[in-house]
């Protein structure tokens, strides 16, 4: 089973293991945008995956309750300001150990719990997501998993 199927193309590392898959009976393609490319990547997808066969819309899914109803929230962070440095000098300094910004998250995945909202935290860097564990733990919040996914 492929998740984000759509992201197959010849050569990355969803096809590899798709085509390594020599004795699956079946292979599933599961993806929100499928046969959007408009290229031979689609042509790719089909070939890993086979064609179509049921669709579906947010909606149905939610009310089936196999997807969750997401609510995005974004909060402001206005310092540090470096405007100068390099990307990922940048992101090491103003995301991923910024200290303040790293309270914030922690502060407002407080008060949602305490809302009874479930909170999803997203971070690109290994080290930050252990940095937030470690800052909700000492914070008495208590984790119930954590998933650790590298994208090629």
Same mark, same amino acid.
């Given at each position: 089973?492929?998740?984000?199927?759509?992201?197959?193309?010849?050569?990355?590392?969803?096809?590899?293991?798709?085509?390594?898959?020599?004795?699956?009976?079946?292979?599933?393609?599961?993806?929100?945008?499928p046969?959007?490319?408009?290229?031979?990547?689609?042509?790719?997808?089909?070939?890993?995956?086979?064609?179509?066969?049921?669709?579906?819309?947010?909606?149905?899914?939610?009310?089936?309750?196999?997807?969750?109803?997401?609510r995005?929230?974004?909060?402001?962070?206005?310092?540090?300001?470096?405007?100068?440095?390099?990307?990922?000098?940048?992101?090491?300094?103003?995301?991923?150990?910024?200290e303040?910004?790293?309270?914030? #998250? *922690? =502060? +407002?995945?407080?008060? %949602? $719990?305490?809302?009874?909202?479930?909170?999803? &935290?997203?971070?690109? #860097? *290994? =080290? +930050?997501?252990?940095i %937030? $564990?470690?800052?909700l733990?000492?914070?008495? &919040?208590?984790?119930?998993?954590?998933?650790i996914?590298?994208?090629?």
């Amino acid at each position: 089973m492929i998740d984000e199927c759509h992201k197959c193309d010849v050569g990355n590392i969803y096809h590899k293991v798709a085509v390594q898959c020599h004795n699956a009976r079946y292979r599933i393609g599961i993806s929100a945008t499928p046969m959007m490319r408009n290229d031979l990547g689609d042509i790719g997808l089909v070939g890993d995956t086979g064609e179509v066969v049921a669709e579906s819309t947010r909606k149905e899914l939610e009310d089936a309750g196999y997807v969750a109803k997401a609510r995005i929230l974004f909060f402001p962070v206005t310092s540090p300001v470096d405007t100068k440095a390099k990307f990922q000098t940048a992101y090491k300094h103003l995301v991923v150990d910024n200290e303040g910004r790293n309270q914030m #998250i *922690v =502060r +407002h995945t407080q008060t %949602l $719990l305490n809302r009874g909202c479930t909170i999803f &935290i997203l971070t690109r #860097i *290994v =080290r +930050h997501g252990n940095i %937030l $564990l470690r800052m909700l733990q000492d914070a008495g &919040i208590e984790v119930h998993g954590m998933e650790i996914s590298k994208h090629c």
